[in-house]
C-alpha cells in the first residue's frame, strides 16, 4: 500500500467511520441528511481551529524573536483574540465543544495537540 493509499485509510477512517475506528468508538463524523450543516461546520471549524493554532505558533516564535514592532503585535493579537472569540461563538451556535473539533486519526494521533 503505499503511503497516499494509508493516509486516505487513516482519514477515511476518522471521518467517516469506516475500517476498524468504527468499531473502536473513535470520534467521526455522523454524515446523516439532518446533521450535514452541523457536520460540515464541525469540519470547517476543525480546519479553521487547525490554522488558527498554526498562526499562533508563529506569532508567538516571531514575538520571542524581536521580529515585530509593538504595533505588529498589538495587531496580531488583537486579531488571533477576535478569531478564538468568533470561533467561540460558532461552536456555541452549532452545540460543539472545542474537544469536537480534534478528529482522531487512528495511528496518527489527534489531529490537534490536546492541552
Request: negative net charge; glycine residues 10%; charged residues 35%.
Amino acid at each position: 500500500m503505499s503511503g497516499g493509499e494509508a493516509l486516505r485509510r487513516v482519514v477515511d477512517d476518522a471521518v467517516l467511520g469506516t475500517g476498524a475506528g468504527r468499531e473502536a468508538g473513535r470520534s467521526r463524523l455522523d454524515l446523516e441528511p439532518d446533521t450535514v450543516e452541523r457536520d460540515l461546520i464541525k469540519l470547517v471549524l476543525t480546519v479553521v481551529e487547525l490554522l488558527r493554532q498554526l498562526m499562533e505558533r508563529q506569532a508567538v516564535r516571531r514575538f520571542d524573536t524581536g521580529d515585530l514592532s509593538e504595533d505588529q503585535e498589538e495587531r496580531i493579537g488583537l486579531t488571533l483574540m477576535l478569531l478564538d472569540d468568533r470561533m467561540a461563538e460558532l461552536r456555541d451556535r452549532y452545540g460543539l465543544r472545542p474537544e469536537d473539533l480534534n478528529l482522531d486519526l487512528g495511528p496518527l494521533g489527534p489531529l490537534l495537540p490536546r492541552d
